[in-house]
């Protein structure tokens, strides 16, 4: 790609796009008909998101997908939104607002690079392999260029890889290090296997809480693909609303999103249900990556005990286990996943801030949260519930 001129875009609705066009640029590995390594930047994703009016007017995340082509190709492009608040994003700059806004500054709206409610870690840079370089310094330029010239306070992009994190240090972005709770699969052949690798006290505290999961008077079941019923949705958008009220305000995602993704992506989504007389009293929502299972929501109308961890964590590893997936990945914040195997694993953001001396401000905190963190990680991974042998062979 040297010497030829690459020419950035923005447009508002992904309808704009060649749904082939972006997804040879988001998820290539999906070529050969298997799953991408994450859903969440695939057309069809980013599209249920916009057609259900979970992003969009009145939600805070107004699309400006931005796009790069060469010689008419589209190479690069990313889920790029004009922000007007810092919901739904996982890597939490609340406070970065509130300091700017005190000094007389103003932080909205702001530019967000991210797949919306979803704090997976994925590429976020998407690009046509073999010009991920250039792909990625095409987009990142269009992206600052376009924040100065109208006066948008700062560019970020959220759990993206570290790879990306590092070629965006490169390119003068500031990258930011957190951390979230992933579970890890070296093989195992079954549940037993994984519970032999942790500590007596442990492994019999799990197996408690399974047993005592199981007796909540009905039984538990995964259903994926075309076994997934529209009655399955209308529980668990009851679920999804009760969680979204108590922890958000209001749910993120409308009740059509539920609709578009069962016809367009329920090959990609695993729901485990907890079922009573043929009706789900709870249930947890995963999305299905071609190496990794993604636990995104879960929510109930009947409290039992140790069923929230049954249906969101141990039948999450039972699928990844069953299916060969490397690992589970069961969302944001939670101590209490270490104890069930989830250990601390780090997590990438960018970052880009128009005013000089409020970025020299923002690269001091990072500089201080990189230590605190890295710190914190090591503290809580000794924490885990695996023998130390196996603690040592999984570092």
Excluded at 77 to 106: M, T, V
Excluded at 258 to 279: C, N, P, S
Excluded at 312 to 324: K, N, P, R, S, V
Aim: with cysteine; charged share 25%.
């Amino acid at each position: 790609m040297n010497g030829t001129e690459v020419e950035i875009e923005i447009v508002q609705h992904l309808s704009s796009v060649d749904a082939a066009d972006w997804d040879a640029c988001a998820c290539p590995e999906a070529a050969d008909g298997g799953a991408p390594e994450d859903p969440f930047t695939t057309y069809r994703f980013l599209k249920a998101l916009e057609d259900s009016g979970s992003v969009g007017p009145g939600s805070g995340w107004a699309p400006h997908y931005l796009l790069a082509r060469a010689e008419g190709q589209l190479i690069a492009c990313a889920p790029l939104y004009l922000k007007s608040h810092s919901q739904g994003e996982y890597i939490f700059d609340h406070s970065w607002a509130h300091a700017y806004e005190r000094a007389g500054g103003r932080y909205y709206p702001k530019f967000q690079i991210a797949a919306p409610f979803t704090p997976v870690t994925g590429r976020r840079f998407l690009t046509l392999p073999g010009v991920e370089e250039t792909g990625m310094a095409a987009l990142v330029q269009g992206a600052v260029e376009i924040a100065a010239k109208n006066g948008i306070s700062s560019v970020h992009a959220t759990f993206c890889t570290g790879a990306e994190a590092a070629a965006g240090e490169k390119l003068g972005l500031m990258a930011r290090t957190g951390s979230q709770y992933h579970w890890e699969n070296p093989g195992y052949e079954d549940f037993d296997e994984f519970l032999a690798a942790l500590s007596s006290r442990k492994r019999k505290t799990i197996r408690k809480e399974r047993r005592r999961a199981q007796d909540f008077g009905g039984e538990i079941v995964q259903v994926t693909g075309d076994a997934i019923r529209p009655t399955h949705w209308d529980a668990f958008w009851e679920f999804y609303q009760d969680t979204g009220a108590r922890k958000w305000g209001r749910p993120y995602l409308t009740r059509q999103f539920f609709d578009i993704a069962h016809q367009t992506m329920r090959d990609d989504i695993l729901l485990v249900l907890a079922m009573r007389d043929g009706q789900p009293v709870a249930g947890a929502l995963n999305f299905i990556g071609r190496t990794a299972l993604f636990g995104r929501y879960w929510g109930c109308i009947e409290d039992h005990p140790c069923l929230h961890f049954e249906c969101c964590y141990y039948q999450a590893m039972d699928y990844a286990i069953a299916h060969g997936l490397d690992r589970v990945e069961a969302g944001a914040q939670g101590e209490h996943k270490i104890a069930r195997g989830y250990l601390p694993r780090h997590v990438h953001s960018l970052h880009w801030i128009a005013d000089p001396g409020f970025a020299k401000a923002v690269a001091q905190f990072l500089r201080a949260e990189r230590g605190a963190v890295e710190e914190e990680v090591e503290i809580l991974t000794d924490y885990g519930p695996f023998r130390k042998t196996e603690m040592r062979e999984q570092e």
